[in-house]
């Protein structure tokens, strides 16, 4: 079955694209994903231990701050840009914090819901809309194919997601 979305031509991008892609899109790209992805297991877990969606919230509020600080400095320090072209880089830890914020909070905010049920449901939505976005800049940024990236990205999920769903239960004595 062919791609929904034709595939992005396998040329290098020119020299300001590529620019673009090193100091933008790649800090951005690894910010979202580390977001989307290391936070899942804490919220679900806790949604899944004590039942209160609040708990969950402020779980996933502080994994999602203290992982986009984590994530930020290190790529801030990871180099000076000048050898490997990847731009300033406080510029780089600025993008890569926030995106980290930013991919841990939108599944986290569901959680502001009273009712668990219905927070659980919105935050699988949510949780499954980022990944198929992350599997969409991939494709578009760094011409992964569309198919493949969808899979890694899915599966790599949701294992994360069934670790913290399994947690949650062990803990909760389930």
Do not use: C
Request: proline share 7%; charged share 10%.
């Amino acid at each position: 079955m062919p791609d929904a979305l034709p595939t992005p031509p396998a040329t290098r991008p020119p020299a300001h694209d590529q620019a673009f892609i090193l100091q933008k899109v790649q800090p951005a790209l690894l910010g979202l994903m580390d977001g989307s992805v290391s936070t899942l297991a804490p919220i679900f877990a806790t949604a899944g231990l004590t039942g209160n969606p609040m708990d969950a919230f402020w779980v996933g509020f502080a994994a999602s701050v203290g992982a986009g600080i984590s994530m930020g400095l290190a790529e801030a320090l990871s180099d000076d840009g000048l050898v490997s072209g990847r731009g300033k880089p406080f510029a780089r830890g600025v993008i890569t914090g926030a995106a980290t914020i930013l991919g841990g909070m939108l599944h986290t905010l569901p959680f502001l819901i009273p009712d668990l049920q219905t927070a659980l449901t919105l935050a699988y939505v949510v949780v499954i809309v980022e990944l198929l976005i992350i599997a969409l800049i991939r494709w578009r940024y760094m011409h992964s194919p569309l198919r493949q990236t969808i899979v890694q990205v899915i599966v790599g999920g949701a294992v994360v997601f069934g670790v913290g769903v399994w947690l949650g239960k062990l803990g909760a004595g389930g």
